[in-house]
């Protein structure tokens, strides 16, 4: 299987949702460009955390292939161990362990089931921290910092991990303005950083800001994917989101304006 | 700092463990020189104290970790052998040995730990089928197991023989240090350590059962099996001790509640502390069991007495256990 520039590779895979549900992936291909930000926009309940737990490998394909690629070799998705974070939408987090402890926790892969961190795993940690600027948040407790310094943790974990592939479940839509400006800028940072993210939202203007590509869930289940301005035009979201829209320009910013029905 | 605290109660341990082979209805020689001269006294203490103290510890490391475990991996600050229906399972498992096998100490251990097995795979099975967020839901499933335990054991003692068998099985079951002399110690010992070993090795990694299922498995725990692993071996170290002592409750439920409340959750740290707290509880508990009254009262009795009260207050104080 060729790499070429791809961090994931997903071959004609079909796959659906139990018998309730009607969901289903059918024939799906795409590829994750390396060092991009892809994001995965469709309605609540469009299957876009499916999508993701796909890509983890968590959840299997009836048919079809994924794969990873690391250092420039071709990995089937059942023997990825450790080289994918996620970071899902409603984490239960332990509020009781402090930053470090859980951030320390990233780590896993790289601790021996019956040893301890040693000096690099503390090292490393730190380091994270500083990327991050939550420094002044080691000791605390999870359950005492805001949404927005929890988000930056989560992603620490995921960096602590050292995966080349983040992928995250509704990263921004839950956080405060000024939050959201601080992740989106921290993940345009992890791009730089050499990373691949991909990330599901429900809102258009997320992809619009930072992402590269991406893999639109229509309403009748079809999966497009692109480049962002391509794949997210006018014609596409309204018919994807149920709801007429059109673009403005603000401030030299896309907007998205709902058409009124009158 | 915790490091520190560590010492402490290591240290606090270390004083309990001498002031406990002095304890007990044989008078203590007057005086210093006598001490060592005194045959009878020479022989009580490495005969009979020594294993029994050597025990007490090793009872009260294995069932405060093997709570701790529990808790973890069930996330839940109820779980304990004796909630899940592991203690009345091995109590069963181990009856069942007396009856049928008289006294090859072999098969009642390997009954206790059988029967171990089953309830804990039962109770993980009801669990999920009532509702696996529900923290209720284990608790509801352990008692009902237990309960069905408790009614086969019920059987047995009725089955059992009134003269021979049932008195034993009937102190076994209030549990006791009693029968710890060095032969059977000598059997179980290593199993004990080795489990607690590798408990205590596994320390840091117990912390990993907090986070979701989704992230562990992004995080190379990709399926169940360390956790089943490490769940099988505190049931062994569970059902080894039960095996010998008899079913000695409350140990694994108060005493990680407490060191989490001394250390902070990290199980770094909360494990070794649960241990020697579970230690000392067992050796005090079994001190006055021995020196209270002018006959032995059954281990089982003090410990669900004091454990109760510990359990109670902590109830009062610490609303999060619920």
């Known amino acids: ?262 | 700092m915790i490091r520190g605290l560590t010492k402490i109660y290591i240290l606090g341990l270390f004083i309990l463990l001498v002031i406990s082979l002095f304890v007990g209805r044989y008078p203590i020689p007057d005086q210093i020189n006598e001490l060592f001269s005194n045959e009878l006294f020479l022989n009580l203490i490495i005969r009979v104290r020594i294993p029994r103290i050597i025990f007490g510890t090793l009872v009260g490391f294995g069932l405060a970790s093997s709570g701790m475990i529990m808790q973890s991996i069930f996330k839940n600050p109820l779980a304990e052998p004796g909630i899940l229906g592991v203690n009345q399972a091995a109590g069963f498992g181990a009856s069942l040995g007396i009856l049928v096998f008289g006294n090859s100490y072999f098969m009642v251990q390997i009954l206790a730990f059988l029967f171990g097995i089953i309830s804990i795979t039962l109770t993980i099975f009801l669990s999920n089928n009532i509702n696996k967020r529900e923290r209720l839901s284990l608790v509801l499933a352990g008692i009902s197991v237990s309960a069905l335990f408790s009614a086969g054991l019920g059987i047995i003692k009725y089955m059992a023989d009134p003269l021979d068998q049932l008195p034993s099985i009937v102190f076994w079951m209030l549990g006791s240090l009693s029968n710890s002399n060095w032969t059977y110690l000598l059997q179980i010992l290593p199993i004990i350590i080795t489990c607690l070993l590798l408990l205590y090795f596994y320390r840091w990694r117990l912390n990993v059962f907090s986070l979701d299922k989704e992230v562990l498995f992004s995080l190379g725990l990709r399926n169940d099996l360390e956790l089943m692993i490490i769940l099988m071996i505190s049931v062994l170290l569970t059902t080894s001790i039960i095996s010998l002592s008899g079913i000695i409750g409350w140990v694994g439920l108060i005493i990680p509640n407490i060191a989490r409340v001394i250390t902070g959750q990290n199980t770094k740290y909360s494990l070794p502390i649960s241990m020697i707290l579970g230690g000392m509880f067992v050796l005090v508990s079994d001190n006055f069991a021995r020196a209270l009254l002018p006959g032995e009262i059954p281990l089982g009795v003090i410990t669900a007495f004091l454990g109760a009260v510990i359990f109670i207050i902590l109830l009062l104080t610490k609303k999060e256990i619920l």
Request: with cysteine; hydrophobic share 35%.
């Open chain 1, 1 to 262: 299987m060729k790499c070429n520039n791809n961090e994931l590779l997903i071959q004609s895979i079909y796959y659906s949702y139990g018998e309730k549900d009607d969901f289903e992936i059918r024939n799906l291909s795409l590829s994750i460009p390396k060092k991009s930000i892809s994001a995965v926009i469709g309605k609540n309940g469009s299957g876009k955390t499916t999508l993701l737990l796909l890509m983890l490998g968590y959840l299997k394909p009836a048919s079809g292939q994924i794969g990873l690629c690391t250092n420039g070799d071709y990995l089937t998705i059942g023997r990825a161990n450790g080289e994918i974070a996620y970071l899902p939408q409603n984490e239960e987090i332990p509020k009781e362990y402090s930053v470090n402890n859980f951030l320390l926790m990233g780590r896993i892969p790289f601790i021996g089931s019956f040893s301890q961190p040693n000096k690099k795993d503390y090292f490393i940690i730190e380091d994270v921290k500083e990327k991050l600027e939550i420094e002044h948040l080691g000791t605390r407790k999870l359950g005492q910092i805001s949404g927005g310094e929890l988000q930056r943790v989560r992603i620490g974990r995921a960096l602590a991990q050292e995966a080349h592939l983040i992928l995250f479940d509704e990263p921004i839509t839950h956080l405060d303005i000024d939050s959201k400006h601080k992740i989106i800028s921290i993940l345009e940072e992890l791009k730089k950083l050499g990373k691949t993210i991909v990330f599901t939202t429900h809102d258009p203007l997320e992809a619009f800001q930072i992402a590269d590509n991406s893999i639109l869930i229509t309403r009748d289940q079809k999966i497009i994917c692109g480049p962002t301005d391509h794949i997210l035009n006018k014609e596409n979201l309204s018919w994807c989101l149920g709801t007429p829209l059109e673009f403005g320009v603000v401030e030299g910013q896309k907007v998205l304006i709902v058409k009124s029905r009158k």
